[in-house]
């Protein structure tokens, strides 16, 4: 599976929009980008996915540029309580091949 | 529906005691998976099983064996703990093994061997 970098930290006001970005440069044909947040020290949580085509959920946006090699995670209007890690990641067809790297740690300050 | 859950939440073990972590679901999953997460970094794959009867090897397998003992249910075994095992284990659980399925995880187990 393609590796993905993301920056360790980010800050966000709360209310506004948090775009958190991701490079997976090396992402082949077959492979979704998944994104996943963990609050504290609880199980990682699923939030979106996508292929080629941007997507929308009730939690996120996800933006996946033409050439597929990056990817932003919008969340419209951050509260508090988004505060987390954000996992992205992506997967192919191998189950063998799903580990989370480090995150983005996004703190939504009032 | 309770979705994952993991059993026991804390754990502490002397160094070479031999435990398992059991995990169970309730979605009708297909798949099922272990991680370890060690402090301040991200989750790695230990063992993986993408349907009921198969078992592989994910990132870091070395000291850990599994089972899956039906489609519900998934257990991670240490034959014989070691202070580099300390650390936050994860199950979850996915419709399918691969692309296009999103991942359920429990609420972990939290592990400490002296």
Redo the contacts between chains.
């Keep these: 599976d393609a590796k993905t970098t993301q920056p360790p930290s980010m800050d966000c006001a709360e209310g506004r929009a948090a775009n958190l970005p991701c490079n997976h440069s090396t992402i082949s044909g077959?492979?979704?980008v998944?994104w996943?947040r963990q609050i504290h020290?609880?199980?990682?949580?699923?939030i979106i996915?996508g292929?080629k085509n941007n997507e929308t959920n009730e939690m996120a946006s996800l933006i996946i540029t033409e050439d597929r090699k990056s990817s932003t995670l919008i969340l419209p209007h951050a509260t508090l309580r988004d505060t987390a890690v954000y996992?992205c990641i992506v997967?192919?067809?191998?189950?063998?091949?799903?580990?989370?790297?480090?995150?983005t740690t996004l703190t939504v300050k009032p | 529906n309770a979705g994952?859950t993991q059993t026991p939440k804390f754990q502490v073990l002397k160094t070479g005691q031999s435990m398992t972590l059991q995990c169970a679901q309730d979605m009708n999953h297909n798949?099922m998976?272990w991680?370890r997460q060690d402090p301040g970094?991200?989750?790695?794959?230990i063992y993986?099983s993408?349907s009921e009867g198969t078992t592989?090897?994910?990132?870091v397998p070395n000291g850990y064996n599994v089972s899956r003992l039906n489609k519900r249910e998934f257990s991670l075994r240490l034959e014989s703990a070691a202070p580099s095992q300390t650390s936050?284990y994860?199950c979850?659980s996915?419709e399918a093994?691969?692309?296009?399925s999103?991942?359920?995880?429990?609420?972990?187990t939290?592990l400490t061997v002296t």
């Design positions: 077959n492979e979704y998944y996943y020290s609880q199980g990682p949580q699923y996915h292929l996992y997967r192919g067809p191998n189950a063998g091949k799903s580990t989370f790297g480090d995150g | 994952v798949s998976y991680y970094m991200g989750l790695r794959l993986y993408a592989d090897k994910g990132e936050v994860f979850a996915s093994p691969g692309q296009g999103e991942q359920y995880f429990g609420p972990g939290r």
